[in-house]
């Protein structure tokens, strides 16, 4: 398993401000994943983050509202840029790790409440 | 593209009664499937998942989940359920262990 922190838990943030989410792992992960939950609605996969290359981004989310860094194996941040009310959302981090069977495992950190005014 | 239905959004339940949250892909090949809650301020906890092999995957905290491929079906069942087991809960299937599609979710109301 993975244990997995978020920074901030919550915040609230005036329209057009940037937030900047961090993500850390207790351990080194290949994958990590980016994805939105918004209010009462399922999660929806923003991007995949591997170290070393370049973030890929799901249909409808682009790079520039949403970029992502992943400096090295256990962390990765998520920026959601000049905010809108729409992008009030839980935004969660996951990981992929190997399982016991060898099959890799995806788990999830505890997510970001953000409320955009 | 693969899809995951849940065709229950609410769900009340008592307490020590069963459960059981239906869970329906699309898909052309076997995906892997898994079960997710979220309690109420917390991330995502895997309960199960399935890849190959048995049929009937066995999970924590008692759940269980049935892969039916003839009726695309991965439901979630729990023989007794606890005032605990209030939460939401989340199928996901994946032609890969990543890049999950999950479904809207069932919310599990326990009353005593």
């Known amino acids: 398993s993975a244990v997995i922190s978020q920074k901030p838990s919550r915040d609230i943030c005036q329209r057009g401000t940037s937030l900047t989410i961090q993500c850390q792992v207790d351990s080194q992960v290949t994958m990590m994943f980016w994805y939105r939950q918004q209010p009462g609605q399922s999660l929806t996969l923003i991007a995949t983050a591997n170290q070393g290359s370049e973030a890929t981004y799901e249909s409808g989310f682009v790079i520039d509202k949403f970029p992502i860094s992943r400096p090295n194996l256990t962390f990765s941040t998520l920026t959601v840029s000049n905010m809108s009310p729409e992008d009030s959302s839980i935004y969660l981090c996951?990981?992929?790790?190997?399982?016991?069977?060898?099959?890799?495992?995806?788990?999830f950190g505890p997510g970001t409440r953000l409320t955009v005014l | 593209a693969q899809s995951v239905t849940q065709p229950d959004i609410h769900i009340t339940v008592s307490e020590g009664a069963s459960l059981e949250l239906r869970c329906n892909y699309s898909?052309?090949?076997?995906?892997?499937l898994f079960w997710y809650v979220q309690s109420p301020g917390q991330g995502l906890q895997l309960l199960l998942k399935?890849?190959?092999?048995?049929?009937l995957v066995q999970g924590i905290k008692g759940f269980e989940a049935e892969f039916k491929r003839s009726q695309s079906s991965f439901n979630l069942r729990k023989p007794s359920v606890h005032w605990r087991d209030a939460a939401e809960y989340f199928c996901?299937?994946?032609?890969?262990?990543?890049?999950?599609?999950f479904g809207a979710g069932t919310t599990v109301t326990v009353r005593a």
């Open positions: 399935y890849f190959s092999g048995d049929t």
């Open positions: 898909y052309g090949a076997t995906p892997y």
């Open positions: 996951s990981v992929e790790t190997s399982g016991l069977s060898s099959y890799n495992e995806q788990f």
């Open positions: 996901a299937v994946g032609v890969s262990s990543y890049k999950l599609s």
